[in-house]
């Protein structure tokens, strides 16, 4: 089974608009966290934002911002007034349990296309 | 600037031919990481190294191997038991001192069969 699902291929918004991006989870273990990356087209992995599953408010990092919701496994990134810039492949990634990296996963990925 | 540096950014492999991708960091990061990341999908974990001279097998080791001999260097081998190896390797590393660090990247190595 697929633990973390982005179930949007493809994403259009108006530049200066907001757009959210999906990501869920699947996970039996209490302690986790969870990542935004930003890949342009050039290939590079860029972090965005972090949430923790024990964080009692939603992450924020300037127009990024997570709309986390546990009870339904939910952690979407919410960015605000978009720009041209903000044109790239989007992933979310889950590491679980102890502090340890081999436990990341990444999901599928959006492509967020931003028109002018 | 600290960062993570993969050579080449380009590299063709002809059959039969192993080939190694280099990946140095001076982050002093103690966790390194290489993924293959295929056109319009995710990344998928190949080997990860917590420490210098140990290391773990990811998802889709087969045909692939590490080293890590140093802290700042962890280089990935295909090897000709790779038959598919047409891809974009990423290499990450990270600190494992707190819940909430993410992993840096470099900016990977798109390996083409000749």
């Known amino acids: 089974a697929q633990k973390i699902t982005q179930t949007q291929p493809g994403m259009f918004v108006q530049e200066k608009e907001a757009v959210t991006l999906d990501c869920t989870y699947d996970?039996?273990?209490?302690?986790?966290?969870l990542f935004w990356y930003k890949q342009p087209s050039s290939g590079e992995m860029i972090f965005l934002i972090y949430?923790?599953?024990?964080?009692?408010q939603n992450a924020t990092e300037g127009r990024y911002s997570l709309n986390f919701q546990k009870a339904r496994k939910s952690a979407n990134l919410v960015i605000s007034a978009s720009q041209l810039g903000d044109s790239a492949m989007y992933f979310c990634?889950?590491?679980?349990?102890?502090?340890?990296?081999?436990?990341?996963?990444f999901g599928p990925g959006t492509r967020l296309s931003v028109l002018p | 600037d600290g960062g993570i540096t993969q050579s080449p950014k380009y590299l063709f492999r002809k059959e039969g031919q192993n080939v190694t991708l280099s990946c140095e960091q001076n982050?002093?990061?103690?966790?390194m990481y290489w993924y293959r990341q295929d056109p319009g999908q995710g990344l998928r974990l190949i080997y990860y190294?917590?420490?210098?001279?140990?290391?773990q097998k990811g998802d889709i080791a087969e045909g692939y191997s590490v080293s890590r001999e140093k802290k700042e260097s962890f280089p990935l081998t295909v090897t000709s038991a790779q038959k598919n190896p047409t891809a974009f390797y990423l290499c990450?590393?990270?600190?494992?001192?707190?819940?909430?660090?993410?992993?840096?990247f470099g900016d990977g190595t798109r390996l083409s069969i000749l």
């Open positions: 990450a590393s990270r600190t494992e001192t707190a819940s909430n660090q993410p992993q840096h």
């Open positions: 996970t039996s273990d209490p302690s986790y966290g």
């Open positions: 949430q923790g599953s024990y964080d009692q």
């Open positions: 990634a889950m590491r679980e349990g102890v502090n340890y990296g081999q436990n990341f996963v």
């Open positions: 982050l002093n990061h103690d966790a």
């Open positions: 190294s917590q420490i210098v001279n140990d290391f």
